[in-house]
């Protein structure tokens, strides 16, 4: 699912929760998935 990160906080929101990315994304469009189930789940985000 694409999001775009807001102007003024490095944070995305991703199914109910929040994810920091780094501050030079800010204002950018990321994607973010989810892999993995249970313990090993892992929230990917790319630019």
């Known amino acids: 699912m694409s999001r775009r990160v807001p102007d003024n906080i ?3 929101t991703f199914e109910n929760a929040q994810y920091s990315v780094p501050s ?3 204002g950018a469009l990321v ?3 989810s892999h993995g189930f ?8 790319v630019h």
């Open 31 to 33: 994607f973010v998935r």
């Open 24 to 26: 030079y994304l800010l």
């Open 10 to 12: 490095s944070m995305v």
């Open 38 to 45: 249970g313990l090993d789940e892992q929230v990917i985000v």
